[in-house]
């Protein structure tokens, strides 16, 4: 199934792809740019011919080598186009190549919003529904629960549609695909009025975070929490659902500030020198904690939930039971200060509710998101490992498309629906024309 070719005879054949981290990368023998389901029915149907395999990329900002093509790599640029709201049954239906950025212009621009998002914009459509990408708080969290249906070109070179009413089955088990079904071509969102979310941002002291993140959390729509490792200082992001309200943007200067020069240029260079001399880092954070001071502002609610990101960066991030999030929040904390690492980036977390998306992080569980990262050029392996032993300790189910250690073994463990997942998989894509290193090690061959 897979071409085995030197490091030269690879590199005449096609481009490299690298992930946005830097840390996977792999040379596909062929690189397509499919503008239709029909160019993709092509590519997958010569792939199953020439039994070889074939892989959408997105937009590599996965941290694991989930998109990485073996043979043939799909490329989504030209996968884009038109934003299509239907006002009366308040969907939007976009191709699966347009980034959420650019998705949420044209919704904002139609009037509608998704419910919730998580804060980077530049991933694809397809590659964010596929790895589990979820916000926090709110009625659903994640973007898979919020799709009413979507299309995609099986293994077999069938271009399916999958919504409620249409091939249930597939729509049921295969919001969160990991790739392994099909290709998505497009994608139809469940939308809602246009609304704002004021956010309310300050710095908070490790024990009042522990003592009042229920608290914090029944009272606000959307909860964020960075905590500084080796300190006691964290910062809250708190944004509330607001009604029959003008907007109060930060200034262009205020957010250009905190958001572009603080969080962004001067963060990355303070990352660079702990990346170099560690033991700067408990000093650094410590100053870190405190520069961004309190701030309160209202937006449209795509402007509130996403933030820029320019300082590359390794994570890796697991969904714990609710009831026992704090508590491995603490252990990870225990386990983080008995060693003598230098963990410059903090520790994000989030709340999530249930949905009843097969593998999604949140099936049939409200869950806490405990997010661990490091700099780009920093070995993240004990680090990760040890906190993820903690995680796991505590049932908790890795991202996706962040990193982790799980084999099939252990994923079987974790969501009850695997099993007919997989089942649908060797119906969907009985050759394994979408499989590569990372599926065989998660679904196995």
Do not use: C
């Amino acid at each position: 199934m897979t071409d085995v070719r030197t490091t030269s005879e690879a590199a005449s054949h096609g481009p490299v792809w690298r992930n946005w981290s830097g840390l996977e990368s792999t040379t596909p023998v062929r690189s397509e740019a499919p503008a239709s389901s029909a160019d993709v029915v092509r590519a997958v149907e010569r792939a199953r011919s020439e039994r070889t395999t074939v892989k959408m990329i997105g937009s590599g900002h996965s941290f694991t080598s989930i998109s990485a093509p073996e043979h043939t790599m799909l490329t989504p640029e030209r996968l884009v186009g038109e934003v299509r709201v239907d006002h009366a049954t308040m969907t939007a239906t976009a191709p699966a190549g347009v980034q959420l950025k650019h998705l949420n212009v044209a919704l904002e621009q139609a009037g509608v919003s998704l419910h919730n998002m998580g804060d980077i914009a530049e991933q694809t459509l397809a590659g964010a529904v596929s790895t589990g990408t979820h916000g926090s708080g709110g009625v659903v969290a994640g973007l898979a629960p919020q799709l009413a249906g979507f299309e995609m070109v099986s293994g077999t070179g069938e271009v399916l549609r999958a919504s409620e009413t249409e091939n249930p089955d597939v729509f049921r088990l295969g919001r969160v695909g990991l790739g392994a079904l099909g290709v998505l071509t497009e994608v139809t969102f469940k939308v809602e009025p246009t609304f704002l979310l004021r956010a309310e941002e300050r710095p908070i002291g490790w024990d009042e975070l522990l003592a009042t993140f229920d608290e914090l959390d029944e009272a606000h729509h959307h909860v964020d929490v960075h905590w500084f490792p080796h300190t006691d200082r964290a910062l809250l992001k708190a944004n509330t659902r607001l009604t029959d309200e003008d907007p109060e943007p930060l200034s262009p200067f205020r957010a250009w500030l905190d958001d572009d020069f603080l969080s962004n240029t001067a963060f990355g260079v303070l990352n660079a020198v702990a990346s170099r001399v560690p033991s700067l880092v408990p000093g650094i954070n410590a100053a870190a904690s405190r520069v961004l001071s309190a701030r309160t502002y209202s937006d449209v609610a795509h402007k509130v939930f996403v933030s820029p990101r320019t300082v590359r960066f390794r994570e890796m991030e697991y969904a714990l039971p609710r009831e026992v999030g704090l508590e491995a929040l603490r252990e990870a904390r225990r386990v983080m200060d008995a060693h003598d690492w230098r963990i410059s980036f903090p520790v994000e977390i989030r709340t999530a509710p249930a949905d009843d998306v097969a593998l999604s992080t949140g099936y049939g569980r409200d869950s806490m998101h405990l997010a661990f990262h490091v700099h780009h050029d920093v070995d993240h392996t004990a680090y990760f490992a040890a906190v993820e032993n903690v995680m796991r300790g505590y049932g908790g189910r890795p991202h996706w498309g962040k990193l982790h250690r799980l084999r099939v073994d252990d994923v079987k463990d974790d969501y009850p629906l695997l099993d007919e997942f997989l089942s649908l998989r060797d119906r969907l894509d009985p050759d394994r024309v979408f499989t590569n290193p990372y599926l065989r090690r998660v679904l196995g061959e």
